[in-house]
């Protein structure tokens, strides 16, 4: 009798480890279909935004009205823009060529994205940030004197940051730093 108990113990044991060994063999197989199917949310995409003039939802495109690809950070950037138009009073008429459709002037801290030998190119929150030659030579020639020395010419690269005020143009870039408008060099 007692051997009969083991036995029934020992197959009851077996088939509860067949079941949970299943089960997580269901959830390794899940698993794998989910990272196969992740993609990168860094990549550029096209977007979808509602157009409440037309009441309908359209890709979101370039002047040329030619769908255009973001990433996430560019999305913020133009909300950020978007938000500082509208929040902070610079269109107060809500109409273009009204009493105050200029943008004022804004000191932000600039971070470069690339370097050129005419210009450069600097993101902020707002978005894209041309960098004029004479500004690019005021910074070098600022952390030269601070470095004295030890000034290596490759002190402005890439990744590096500065403060600045920066004028909207609505160009290719739609912000611009301003004449003299450099005011920290980190």
């Given amino acids: 009798m007692v051997q009969e108990l083991w036995c029934r113990m020992i197959q009851e044991t077996d088939n509860k480890s067949k079941l949970i060994g299943e089960e997580i063999r269901r959830w390794e197989e899940l698993d794998e279909l989910v ?7 860094e990549e550029p995409s096209y977007f979808t935004e509602w157009d409440q003039s037309t009441g309908r939802v359209a890709f979101i495109c ?9 990433t996430p950070e560019m999305l913020v950037q133009r909300e950020n823009l978007n938000w500082l138009y509208n929040i902070r009073g610079w269109n107060e008429s809500k ?17 470069v994205v690339s370097l050129g ?9 707002e978005g894209p940030v041309f960098i004029p030659k004479s500004t690019l030579n005021h910074i070098r020639n600022v952390i030269e004197k601070q470095q004295g020395y030890y ?35 980190y």
Avoid: H, M
């Avoid at 990272?35 to 949310?41: A, E, F, N, P, S």
């Avoid at 109409?95 to 971070?111: F, K, M, S, Y």
């Fill in 35 to 41: 990272k196969g199917q992740t993609v990168d949310l």
């Fill in 62 to 70: 370039d002047k040329r009205g030619i769908a255009r690809e973001f």
């Fill in 95 to 111: 109409q273009i060529g009204g009493p105050n459709d200029e943008i004022a002037d804004q000191l932000r801290v600039l971070e």
């Fill in 117 to 125: 030998e005419n210009f450069g190119i600097a993101k902020c929150d």
């Fill in 151 to 185: 000034y290596d010419d490759d002190a402005l690269v890439a990744g590096s940051k500065f403060e600045a005020f920066i004028t909207f143009t609505a160009g290719k870039y739609p912000w611009r730093v301003t004449y003299q408008g450099v005011t920290n060099i």
